[in-house]
């Protein structure tokens, strides 16, 4: 049917979540969709699915962008990994709006410069 784009909202796992620093944000994760077209998979999900604990531009719930450290962008991070097949625009994820942060497990490095803020707390992990 024209107009319809297609969605995914199976395909969630886990994955390792070492990078969370406590539980107390794990149990109001909220959601947003994952604009696929915005992410690289060289880049972004080179093993067919997104990282968890990869950073989001969440400026918009509605469609989650790669986090670059730009201007008005909102720092979350996906709190589990989710497929990425060919042919979907979109993914349903769960995403991390605060919490403890153990930036040397991310999946990712940070852009240079991202500091913790909207109720974040980086650490380096032990």
Do not use: C
């Not at 620093?21 to 067919?48: E, I, N, Q």
């Not at 962008?73 to 589990?80: N, P, Q, T, W, Y």
Request: charged fraction near 20%; avoid cysteine.
């Amino acid at each position: 049917m024209p107009g319809l784009i297609p969605r995914r909202s199976t395909g969630t796992r886990s994955g390792d979540q070492r990078w969370i620093g406590s539980r107390h944000a794990l149990d109001s994760a909220k959601t947003g969709t994952v604009s696929v077209s915005t992410f690289t998979k060289a880049t972004h999900y080179p093993d067919g699915y997104l990282k968890s604990g990869t950073p989001v531009n969440a400026a918009d719930p509605s469609v989650l962008k790669p986090f670059t450290g730009g201007t008005g962008e909102v720092l979350r991070f996906l709190k589990d990994n989710h497929d990425i097949e060919a042919g979907i625009n979109e993914v349903q994820v769960a995403y991390l709006w605060h919490g403890l942060i153990y930036t040397n497990r991310l999946p990712v490095a940070l852009p240079d410069g991202t500091v913790a803020s909207g109720g974040f707390t980086f650490e380096t992990g032990a």
